[in-house]
Antibody, heavy 120, light 107 residues
C-alpha cells in the first residue's frame, strides 16, 4: 500500500527555518516524481515544489530561493527545507507522489499533511 | 502563469442528482488537466487525469471531459460521500496551478 507520512510541522517565527519530512512506504521515492503542495487555512491548494527522478527541481515563485526540496534514498524520505519563512507560508503542507511529463505533473497519492504556522 | 477558473464556486445538490463542474483555462492546455476531491480535514484525492482518464478505484459515476481551455467534471447520480470540495489542476508547464475550488453541498 502506498503511504506517505509527513512530519516536522511546527510554530516558527518569521525569518526562521524548518525542515519537513515525508516518509514513504509501499514505493520507492527515487523512482517517482515527488512534490510538495500546501493549503493555507480555509484556502485552496497551492503547488510549492517538485523533485524529478533525475534530481531536477522546480519551485513556485513564492518560495524559490527560500525553500529546497531533496530526498534521502536510503531512508526513502522526501524533505522540504524552509528558510526565511514568512506569515504567508502558514499552511498545511502535503507531500505528494507525482506523475506526468518533464514540463508538468499531477499528484496521484498524498500524505495526510503537516501544519506549519509562522508567527511571532 | 496559467489561470484556472472553476464554476460554480458553490453548488447545492441532492443525492441522485447529476452535477457538472466547469474549469476554464486562461490559455490552451490540451488535455493536461486533473481533478481532485477533498473532504474537510483530509488530503485531496485524485479523481481524473489527462482530462478524462479515471484514476484506479474511482467510481464510474465520475467522468471528465474537455480539451483546450474548457473542461468538465460530471458526477452522475450523487452519493452522500460525494459532498466535498473539488479542484482542477493543470500540468501543461510550470508553475502548476489549481482552480479556486467548487464546494458541493447537500441541498
Amino acid at each position: 500500500e502506498v503511504q506517505m507520512v509527513e512530519s516536522g510541522g511546527d510554530l516558527v517565527p518569521p525569518g526562521g527555518s524548518l525542515r519537513l519530512s515525508c516518509a514513504a512506504s509501499g514505493f520507492t521515492v527515487s523512482n517517482y516524481f515527488m512534490a510538495w503542495v500546501r493549503q493555507a487555512p480555509g484556502k485552496g491548494l497551492e503547488w510549492v515544489s517538485i523533485l524529478y527522478t533525475s534530481g531536477y527541481t522546480y519551485y513556485s515563485d513564492s518560495v524559490r530561493g527560500r525553500f529546497t526540496v531533496s530526498r534521502d534514498n536510503s531512508k526513502n524520505t522526501l524533505f522540504l527545507q524552509m528558510n526565511n519563512v514568512r506569515a504567508d507560508d502558514t499552511a498545511v503542507y502535503y507531500c505528494a507522489r507525482a506523475a506526468g511529463t518533464d514540463y508538468g505533473a499531477y499528484f496521484d497519492s498524498w500524505g495526510q499533511g503537516t501544519l506549519v504556522t509562522v508567527s511571532s | 502563469d496559467i489561470q484556472l477558473t472553476q464554476s460554480p464556486s458553490f453548488l447545492s445538490a441532492s443525492v441522485g442528482d447529476r452535477v457538472a463542474i466547469t474549469c476554464r483555462a486562461s490559455q490552451g492546455i490540451s488535455t493536461y488537466l486533473a481533478w481532485y476531491q477533498q473532504k474537510p480535514g483530509k488530503a485531496p484525492k485524485l479523481l481524473v487525469y489527462v482530462a478524462s482518464t479515471l484514476q484506479s478505484g474511482v467510481p464510474s459515476r465520475f467522468s471528465g471531459s474537455g480539451s483546450g481551455t474548457e473542461f468538465t467534471l460530471t458526477i452522475s447520480g450523487l452519493q452522500p460521500e460525494d459532498f466535498a470540495t473539488y479542484y482542477c489542476q493543470h500540468f501543461l508547464s510550470y508553475p502548476i496551478t489549481f482552480g479556486q475550488g467548487t464546494r458541493l453541498e447537500s441541498k
